[in-house]
């Protein structure tokens, strides 16, 4: 091994032991098995016919193992979630039987990652890992995948199906370099029937609201007393990313690292810093509670009837709909008054990634799961069994799905909210901001943003103090990544 990849291999080491911080999924525990002992009464020549059946089974099933591949497939969805991802593997070793795939649960995405740059280390990586959006520039780096567009090139596939936005997202200037899977976007989910009692209105389908049409609509939601809060926010740093996003401003340079490897962070700069102002003025306000940073505490508050508001997924969807003892709707989120008007949202959730066994018919069986995923019938039992949006184009003219958007308007919101996403700008270059940022550190960088809100909301820093501190530390995170690669 080169001293360079060794070097990038004690750093991928390394990210994992920081990651770990973050807290980790616990492993499934094996399931107890009793042996069974053998009747010492059997006479001779039983348990010569016994052998004898014993020899012809046992050639039989190593002649099975020869035919069978069996991959090994790590996922991050809980729950509901996983239940639906759990379906979908059934349904594939179903479908044929030359192939087995084993889904494991890894935790949350942060622990997955985690998973997979520990198992570069003792040669335990799964075939097929399904990993966030903020992983995908480490994951190029490893440099231990099979690009799913040299598969697509082998195969014939027309990899022309899939969204735009998701297709670029994952590409490499080539292509796709991982397959598309469950995609999301955050929407805002209100309770229809304290907008109604208060007299406020959502905005009009295609739209969003500003920053100060939104704060408005709080001081009229809270002056009604049909809540104590106008809404429950988390402090994650994914909200932040996509309002910037929204209101046109780059995470990072160099064109949000698509032009050239991310050298330094922009989100302190101009429109972010307006950005983080109105989410953490949102807490200090007193427009939503001080929760910290949380998915699920908003949740209770919502569905508790104390906040009329919540950001979330669309991968949320599912969840809210059935849970909820209000009808909720759903909205786009807003944008900076200073943007002028909203330019769209950039691609949350994960793709499935493939992992170079070394071997021509493991890596084959590997990419035949991975098409089952994307294929049509798997994507719209994912889609209306979770609320992630389908990632392929060809799909829209469903029966079933038709059906069920007019029954499930809220579905469709965060599909709408992605289709008119501004994808090139006025004079027809492409609009990096709703590309999403890449760089490898980017999980931690996240985190530095999480930082932020705390600095703000309990030491009494400014939204361009808190950034700049955060901005100090991202930069070394991107010099300190960027070094292995000079």
């Known amino acids: 091994m080169s001293r360079k990849m060794l070097k990038y291999w004690m750093l991928l080491l390394a990210l994992a032991l920081v990651l770990a911080a973050c807290g980790g999924g616990t492993a499934d525990e094996p399931a107890d098995t009793e042996d069974t002992a053998a ?27 020869d035919e069978v591949v069996t991959l090994e497939f790590w996922h991050a969805m809980a729950d509901d979630l996983g239940a639906v991802v759990d379906e979908l593997v059934t349904r594939f070793n179903e479908s044929q039987d030359g192939i087995v795939v084993n889904a494991t649960y890894q935790g949350t995405y942060d622990d997955t990652y985690n998973a997979l740059l520990a198992a570069f280390e003792t040669g335990t990586e799964p075939n097929i890992i399904q990993n966030f959006d903020l992983a995908s520039q480490t994951m190029i780096d490893t440099g231990r995948l099979i690009p799913a567009h040299e598969l697509m090139t082998a195969d014939n596939y027309d990899s022309s199906i899939f969204v735009p936005a998701v297709s670029d997202y994952y590409g490499d200037g080539t292509g796709m370099v991982a397959m598309a899977f469950n995609s999301s976007t955050p929407i805002l989910f209100y309770n229809k029937e304290m907008f109604a009692a208060a007299g406020v209105e959502p905005p009009a ?82 427009y939503s509670p001080n929760l910290g940073n949380t998915w699920s505490d908003t949740d209770t508050v919502f569905f508790a009837g104390e906040a009329a508001m919540i950001f979330d997924s669309t991968a949320g969807a599912r969840g809210f709909q059935d849970s909820a003892e209000f009808e909720v709707g759903t909205m786009f989120i807003p944008y900076a008054d200073s943007a002028g008007d909203r330019n ?51 799909i829209s003219g469903n029966a079933d799905l038709t059906t069920f958007w007019e029954e499930n308007p809220n579905f469709v919101t965060a599909i709408d909210q992605l289709a008119t996403t501004k994808t090139t700008l006025d004079d027809g270059s492409p609009n990096y901001a709703v590309l999403g940022g890449r760089a490898g550190p980017s999980p931690a960088i996240r985190r530095l943003i999480v930082e932020a809100y705390s600095a703000v909301l309990d030491d009494g820093m400014t939204a361009q103090e808190a950034l700049d501190i955060a901005a100090e530390k991202a930069n070394q995170e991107l010099a300190g990544y960027n070094a292995f690669f000079e």
């Open 39 to 65: 009747d010492t009464e059997d006479t001779a020549v039983s348990e010569d016919a016994d052998e004898a059946m014993d020899d012809e089974e046992a050639m039989d099933d190593e002649e099975m193992a």
């Open 205 to 286: 389908d295609g739209t969003s609201w500003s920053f100060s049409e939104m704060l408005a609509a709080c001081d009229a939601i809270q002056a009604s007393g049909e809540a104590e809060y106008c809404i429950a926010l988390g402090q994650v740093g994914w909200y932040f990313e996509q309002i910037l996003a929204n209101s046109g401003g780059l995470y990072y340079n160099n064109d949000n690292g698509r032009t050239g490897r991310a050298t330094e962070v922009a989100f302190n700069q101009g429109v972010g810093v307006e950005v983080f102002d109105f989410l953490s003025g949102l807490v200090a306000d007193g």
């Open 344 to 394: 769209g949202v950039v691609i949350g959730g994960a793709a499935l990634w493939l992992l170079d066994s070394n071997d021509d018919a493991t890596n084959a069986a590997a990419w035949q799961f991975m098409k089952f995923m994307a294929e049509e019938a798997q994507q719209v039992t994912w889609h209306t069994g979770t609320g992630y949006f389908p990632v392929r184009t060809d």
